[in-house]
């Protein structure tokens, strides 16, 4: 089983262009906590001073989401803005073309030394890139068709969500845990339940939340939920207000919240849901950190993001600053069998 704890997201803001030089430092540190070797974590940094400069110059609104990979060891930078937007993404992409006189370096260095790039534009509307650095040797295939951002409540230092994302044979299992209230006590429910999944992550999902159930029972409790993709459908099991929908380039499908209760105090019999999945639709999670409207009519654009700028986009432009925010979106294994 490829298990992948992920810690809570780190928000480096980007109004200044002193944020230039903290999106650096923190790359370089998380890079070096997911145990990156030799000059990844100054790789890192470069990518993070990179993506940070270019929002700096160019748009308003900005942020980096820096954490390690949902799956696999790594790191990955999400930079979002609601900036101009790139008329000419092929132009942006090719060292030496500039807009502000710089040498133009950017964008076209991060697609160089990042692992896994990715960028989505729209002209009026913004800028969303992922730069992946992964850990040389491992399977590809873990990188690919997932994103998550995990944010604490504004001021506060510990966060009451958290997700995980492991894969078994084949088949992923996803989880987003919303701690009752926010702060140290909301945060040792989540992670409590947390360490619970991570030894459960194999049973069915019914299993995984009565095993969950147990382990809180000594805590302020937690709402929860769970989705399993494969080809055709996902499975959903929930219990308190963790959504669940499918979103594909037609639209937003099958809206699901999770069964009134909550996990470790009282909570019915857990009964899972199937969610039919065409092809190139992603399975999404969201915590109620997230303004549930975000999915009642999302643009073409925002219908069309892969699953790691998805979730970049939709906790950038919907999270509420007075709880915890988590997003987590998810496509079927993607690799060989």
Not at 50 to 78: F, W
Not at 85 to 108: F, H, N, S, V
Request: charged fraction near 15%; aromatic fraction near 2%; hydrophobic fraction near 40%.
């Amino acid at each position: 089983m490829t298990r992948r704890v992920v810690p809570p997201t780190v928000l480096v803001r980007i109004d200044h262009y002193s944020a230039v030089h903290l999106a650096a430092a923190t790359a370089r540190s998380v890079a070096q906590e997911c145990g990156l070797p030799g000059a990844m974590p100054d790789r890192a940094a470069v990518l993070a001073s990179e993506l940070a400069s270019n929002v700096d110059k160019h748009a308003k609104d900005g942020a980096l989401y820096i954490q390690p990979l949902p799956l696999g060891v790594g790191l990955e930078i999400q930079a979002a803005d609601r900036g101009p937007g790139m008329p000419e993404l092929q132009r942006c992409l090719a060292d030496g073309y500039t807009t502000t006189g710089t040498l133009g370096a950017g964008l076209g260095a991060v697609s160089r030394i990042a692992s896994d790039f990715t960028i989505r534009t729209q002209v009026g509307v913004g800028t969303l890139v992922c730069a992946r650095l992964a850990l040389p040797g491992q399977p590809q295939h873990l990188c690919q068709g997932a994103g998550l951002v995990c944010l604490p409540a504004e001021g506060e230092a510990d966060c009451g969500d958290a997700a995980a994302l492991v894969e078994h044979d084949g088949v992923r299992t996803a989880i987003v845990i919303d701690g009752l209230g926010h702060g140290p006590h909301a945060a040792e429910a989540a992670q409590t339940a947390l360490r619970a999944f991570g030894a459960a992550a194999d049973r069915p999902l019914s299993g995984i939340i009565t095993a969950l159930h147990r382990a809180l029972r000594h805590t302020r409790g937690a709402a929860v939920g769970l989705l399993r993709p494969r080809p055709d459908h996902a499975e959903y099991c929930g219990i308190g207000n963790v959504r669940a929908l499918a979103l594909s380039p037609d639209g937003v499908h099958h809206r699901l919240t999770g069964q009134p209760g909550v996990v470790g105090w009282r909570m019915p019999t857990p009964q899972s849901r199937m969610i039919p999945l065409t092809q190139g639709t992603t399975a999404v999670l969201h915590s109620d950190g997230i303004n549930h409207q975000w999915a009642h009519a999302p643009s073409p654009f925002q219908l069309r993001l892969p699953p790691p700028l998805l979730a970049t986009a939709v906790a950038h432009g919907h999270r509420s600053g007075r709880d915890d925010a988590t997003v987590l979106a998810v496509k079927p294994h993607l690799g060989p069998r």
